[in-house]
Every structure is written in C-alpha cells, then in structure tokens.
C-alpha cells in the first residue's frame, strides 16, 4: 500500500477485448466496463480520485505471470478464484458471481452445453472455460481473446463459445445473430488477483468491496454495465478466512 501511495497511481491489469467488462471504447480510446469501474473504485479509496488508476491490458492467460512479476498491483478482469490459482496469487472477496453458458448462431439447434458432444467450441486460454468443456466437446479451439472466438463462430470455423454468461452477453450484444443459451452448468466466483503475501493490500481491497455493497454502488455498477441480464441481483456476500 505504501508502495503505491508513493507511485501516485493504481497499476490495474484489465481487459479490452470483453464488451460491457472490460473494453476499449472506439469512440473515446479509453477502457470502460463493470471490471474497470470496480479498479476505479480501489484508485478513488486509495487517492480520493478515480482516476489515479493506470490500465494495462492482459489477455486471460497472462494474468497470473503479470501480479507474479509485480508488472500490475491488481488485476480486474474476469478472473475466477479457483483454489489452483490461490497456490500462486491472492484474491479479494468475491465481487461478482457468474457462471459458464454457450453462445451460439440464432437457429443453430444448439440449446445448451448437453449439445456439444460433437461440436467444435471456442474458448480463450488461460480461463477456467476451457476445463470445463474440454471433456465435453469434440473440439476445443483455443485463442488469446474472446472476440476472437466471436470472429471464428461468424466465420463458421466453431460452432459455439462457451465461457461465463458476463463475457458472453457482451459477445451477443456486438452480434443480433447470436443467442446466449442453456442453463449455468458452472459456477464462476470473480475475485480481484493480487501478488501472493499483500496482505495489507486484500484487506483494502475487501474494504473497497465491502463500501460498494453498502453504499449501491456496486448496483449502480452493474445497472451501467450488465442490465441487460436483468434486474441487478444483491451483491455477493463476502466470506473471510479470518
């Protein structure tokens, strides 16, 4: 914390590529999204101003390697907490809670996860996505970003995406052709990724965490961003090991 207030500035790791969590504005050139409102959120509690946050851009698979190398001081994108990943990071509670589906054209036949078993998926590398469906599908593509899988399932190269319903409604937004479909088959706890043994810096960010489920902000967030999957849900509960 010390470390940070000294730079001046939060050093976020986040997404540009993920519609409505983590994207690059085309008009503006600035990154805007639900994940990128919540690192927000961490630089205004540590400087009393928002925008005293520096974003850099990491893929899925980079995430863990950037907090190991100290290259970001957090990372907001999308990031499951998995006790695979606890061995190599720390996480904060959990700020958003989401679940595998599968995006797919409009007509495919394709009603859920149970009608892969012959399908070539799209994934991104790095996620839990790509365990979950692996021993499910017949085929698993594997690319650096989600839009890329979008590029492919147009370009009839997949026949579907599968990856947490957030990612995916951003992905259907950008295409009317495409339908989310199926029910959750995983559960997807979202935690922000900090370097192993910040202690200090957890317990800030759990605090940030827990000010935004207090004062709405949390909801505002998700009203912003996520609205079209309905009616904003009350904020996950945080459990603390102590």
Do not use: H
Not at 201 to 213: D, T, Y
Not at 231 to 241: D, F, H, L, M
Request: glycine content about 10%; some cysteine.
């Amino acid at each position: 914390m010390e470390r940070i207030l000294k730079r001046g500035r939060l050093i976020a790791g986040v997404d540009q590529n993920s519609f409505l969590m983590g994207f690059r504005n085309s008009f503006t050139g600035e990154i805007e999204g639900f994940d990128v409102d919540v690192a927000r959120q961490i630089a205004r509690a540590v400087f009393g101003d928002e925008k005293k946050v520096q974003f850099k851009v990491v893929t899925a698979a980079e995430r863990i390697g950037m907090l190991q190398r100290g290259e970001v001081d957090v990372v907001v994108r999308t990031m499951t907490i998995t006790c695979e990943r606890l061995k190599d990071v720390d996480f904060s509670s959990v700020y958003y809670q989401a679940g595998q589906r599968v995006l797919v054209r409009r007509n495919s036949g394709i009603t859920g996860v149970e009608s892969l078993a012959e399908k070539t998926v799209c994934v991104a590398s790095g996620s839990t996505s790509l365990g979950n469906v692996v021993s499910r599908v017949k085929t698993t593509v594997s690319v650096p970003n989600w839009t890329d899988c979008l590029v492919m399932l147009q370009q009839g190269q997949a026949d579907a995406i599968s990856t947490d319903d957030t990612i995916l409604a951003g992905l259907a937004a950008q295409d009317p052709y495409t339908e989310v479909v199926g029910s959750r088959f995983t559960e997807e706890p979202y935690g922000v990724g900090i370097p192993k043994g910040q202690e200090d810096l957890v317990r800030f960010v759990n605090g940030v965490l827990e000010r935004m489920r207090a004062d709405g902000s949390w909801s505002g967030i998700y009203q912003r961003w996520l609205n079209t999957l309905g009616q904003a849900p009350a904020p996950p509960a945080a459990r603390y090991r102590d």
